[in-house]
């Protein structure tokens, strides 16, 4: 059969630029969420997460946007540099369900 | 502070021979999960471990696949025969708790079935 996973959404930025980085997930009952990166031949690495009482959290050149309503999730880089180029990974779980489900990664491109 | 050691990093098998994945958590953190990752998706659960204690191994095909952490620290997952579908990189994480609090993930083992 079709294997679709090896088609991964790309995203490709000027350095400099700022980066969205889209999620919708599926489960309304999920509560916690958490942004991957994952660079090749590494883990992912955790970048930032949030919980569902909120809809906005922000780190350092990192924020995530949480829209309940409309099940969607984002990862907003700022000024993207080619260090930032990997996969992304946004993953659910639901209350004390220590499982975390993970989206179809994004394939973020920065060009020099 | 070292974070999550997998080894080997990388392992080339013939199909039906065994093979097995180690890992060892950050120090301090209870729980220990093991994921297979296949080529351009996201990480699957197979196994989460409490200390010692397998909590839940339902998505694990425990007719070839195994997994112990006998004294509540290092891991070992165990694959016995390897099946060519078995070829994807396999995770470890750990968390000092379970319930949605952020796992961190090891390097992975990038496993390669012939």
Redesign the interface.
Known sequence: GE?V????PTLSVQEGDNSIINCAYSNSAS??F?W?KQES??????II?IRSNMDKRQGQRVTVLLNKTVKHLSLQIAATQPGDSAVY?C?E????????T????TLLTVNP | EAGVVQSPRYKIIEKKQPVAFWCNPISGHNTLYWYRQNLGQGPELLIRYENEEAVDDSQLPKDRFSAERLKGVDSTLKIQPAELGDSAVYLCASSTIPGGETQYFGPGTRLLVL
């Open positions: 294997n996973g090896l088609h991964l509560d916690y958490i991957y031949g590494k883990g992912p690495q955790f997460d990974f993953a779980t639901v209350g004390s369900n220590y499982k975390l993970f989206g179809k990664g």
